[in-house]
């Protein structure tokens, strides 16, 4: 039997919780279909829980100290385009540097 991966657990969470919505389904059925869900749910708990303290471990300093700050999408996009235009600066200041440089 293949391992069971988060996605994949996710995947079977959504598949139960349709089935119990959508179908007419008994009590024990339901039953067994909740018993099912709340193992998936717990399954995914715990890769997420596994996957945030590998996150804290990369984001750790140079001290050994994590530094926790809540992840912010544009924040990051804003980080990420701000590195971008530092780059394009540094690279049009070395070539005006090297063109200034050249003896024609």
């Given at each position: 039997m293949a391992e069971m991966t988060?996605?994949?657990a996710l995947e079977k969470?959504?598949?139960?919780?349709?089935?119990?919505?959508s179908?007419?389904?008994?009590?024990?059925?339901?039953?067994?279909?909740?018993?099912e869900g709340i193992k998936m749910v717990r399954f995914c708990?715990?890769?997420?829980?596994?996957?945030?303290?590998?996150i804290e471990i990369?984001?750790?300093?140079?001290e050994g100290k994590t530094k926790k700050k809540p992840f912010n999408p544009q924040a990051a996009s804003s980080d990420?385009?701000?590195?971008?235009?530092?780059?394009?600066?540094?690279?049009?200041?070395a070539l005006?540097?090297?063109?200034?440089e050249l003896p024609f």
């Open positions: 988060f996605e994949k969470l959504e598949t139960i919780v349709n089935d119990m919505d179908e007419d389904v008994s009590l024990d059925a339901s039953l067994k279909k909740f018993e708990k715990e890769k997420l829980e596994k996957a945030e303290k590998k990369l984001m750790k300093d140079a990420i385009s701000n590195q971008k235009s530092n780059d394009v600066e540094h690279k049009q200041t005006e540097d090297y063109e200034n």
